[in-house]
């Protein structure tokens, strides 16, 4: 069995009625009834010393491996959620750090000058402009990058490059003539491209847009019904990832044309594409290299050599309805692609939109299944070691709790912030939302000394939220809490807990004279 607290062991799935407050909770392992919405379309938990609402997890399977000491960034949004925005999990499914920007994609860790930031785009409201945001490990706002001339972030990429510049996917409902797929003559479709725009002045460097550089006929589903208008604009690219290599040049992923291709920085022309109508690769694998089907976050494994590709493979009407991330090893020169590897999602599921893949310093592969709630981590051989969702199996597809990405990275979060206590039915609770070093807690009176002082008590940090029972011999009813990291270094201190609430003055009712 795995180290969690476990809530329902090995499918029982049995239907826990507990208090609003949870109070940190470890995730249910293989529940039956959690996977059919017994705990709620989206399981998750409050705490008592924070206001932030954490996610409660299904491990459905576990492998001491999976645990390398990384955490999990995801952007959980969906209409169930009620607390949507970044998050970041360890690996016991304990929640690390949570923030209402409301909703969000592609939460990552990315370097600056050789500095980690916290990156992840929000748009706070349905239509409402999008941001990227970079916090720095005290999570304060360091950059914020939205898209220039016009354009508007669509939140699918949001890369940091070595030339301290940003890149954002960008989409603008354009004007055109859409008769050549059948559509009206004065229609309208939602173009896609990219901008590249420099951090510190945010000067925009290099735009470039799909329908500059493609036959609309070459998209793999054409108008209907009232797409093509102005209201209902027809999405015949819907970009969603672009990595720049050391060359300058882009390698880009578009969803609705079933390609990747390789974009040159002079001029914006094709350099080759992989997939779709227009694929320029001799298949040596019988089509399983260049077969993409609706596929998100493509990468170079290897510049020009090697892609990673999450591939939905969802198609409308064909039995291949299976995701998986893909291992492909192209030639440039004899024009020729080939399947290294693949990695099939676990209980043949088909994510219709959205995903990651991510090859991890230790050669697992880690998919995540997009608009799916869930995860899965894989040996390099391609056996399942870790299979985690974060949202009902009854829910897939649905759009009632999704992330974009998942992605696991390393993280060191020192907050500004102070740690929150609380005293509630005989028991103290201690967080401190992002902090990542805390290894132990201790109470002290509140007119201790911090540099030389005796506890009162401590106890090992557990999960996101700590209880202590109080102490029946405490010599003082005001304390505080300090946090140790694992060297017994003070990292910060709680403000101070009375634990005798202050008696409300009696008032005594008006008398009435009756005269």
Request: hydrophobic residues 35%; aromatic residues 10%.
């Amino acid at each position: 069995m795995p180290p969690y607290k476990l809530l329902a062991f090995l499918g029982l799935g049995i239907v826990f009625h507990v208090p609003v407050t949870l109070a940190d909770l470890g995730p249910y392992f293989r529940s039956i009834s959690y996977e059919h919405a017994g705990h709620g379309k989206w399981p998750h938990q409050s705490y008592h010393s924070s206001d932030v609402i954490g996610p409660i997890l299904n491990v459905q399977r576990y492998d001491d491996s999976c645990d390398n000491g990384q955490y999990i960034f995801l952007s959980i949004i969906g209409s169930e959620v009620s607390f949507a925005g970044p998050a970041i999990l360890d690996e016991l499914g304990n929640l690390v750090w949570a923030s209402p920007y409301g909703r969000t994609s592609g939460t990552d860790v990315q370097m600056l000058d050789g500095q980690p930031y916290l990156t992840f785009c929000s748009w706070p409201e349905m239509g409402s402009n999008v941001t990227c945001h970079m916090l720095n490990t005290e999570y304060e706002e360091a950059f914020t990058i939205r898209s220039k001339n016009g354009w508007g972030g669509d939140a699918t990429e949001f890369l940091i490059t070595q030339h301290k510049t940003a890149i954002i996917t960008t989409s603008m409902l354009a004007p055109y003539d859409l008769t050549p797929v059948n559509g009206p003559r004065r229609g309208y479709l939602r173009d896609g491209g990219f901008q590249e725009i420099d951090l510190e002045t945010g000067e925009l460097l290099f735009q470039w847009r799909w329908s500059d550089h493609w036959d609309i006929t070459d998209a793999i589903r054409f108008p209907s019904g009232t797409e093509g208008s102005h209201e209902k604009p027809w999405d015949a690219f819907h970009i969603n990832s672009v990595q720049k290599d050391t060359a300058g040049n882009y390698l880009v992923s578009s969803r609705h044309t079933n390609t990747v291709g390789y974009i040159s920085r002079h001029g914006g022309e094709f350099i080759w594409k992989i997939g779709g109508k227009k694929n320029m690769f001799e298949d040596l694998s019988k089509g399983a290299a260049t077969g993409l089907s609706m596929q998100h976050h493509a990468r170079f494994l290897k510049e020009n050599s090697t892609l990673t590709i999450f591939n939905n493979a969802v198609t409308p009407g064909t039995s291949d309805y299976q995701s998986k991330g893909l291992i492909i090893d192209i030639d440039v020169h004899a024009m020729t692609a080939k399947l290294r590897h693949e990695y099939l999602s676990p209980h043949k599921i088909g994510s219709e939109s959205r995903g990651s893949m991510q090859i991890l310093d230790n050669n697992h592969v880690l998919l995540g299944l997009g608009v799916n709630a869930g995860w899965s981590e894989f040996s390099k051989q391609g056996d399942v070691l870790c299979d985690v969702h974060f949202g009902p199996e009854l829910g897939f597809g649905t759009e009632e709790v999704l992330s974009y990405r998942v992605l696991k990275r390393n993280w060191i979060g020192r907050p500004k912030t102070s740690p929150s206590i609380v005293y509630k039915g005989g028991d103290i609770y201690l967080s401190w939302n992002g902090a990542t070093e805390v290894a132990s807690w201790a109470l002290l009176a509140a007119d201790a000394d911090i540099a030389n002082y005796a506890p009162l008590g401590s106890v090992a940090k557990e999960g996101f939220e700590t209880r202590i029972p109080v102490p029946t011999n405490l010599s003082t009813l005001s304390l505080r809490a300090v946090a140790l990291d694992s060297q017994k270094n003070v990292l910060g201190f709680t403000s101070v807990l009375d634990l005798v609430e202050p008696v409300e003055p009696l008032i005594q009712a008006p008398i009435l004279i009756q005269g």
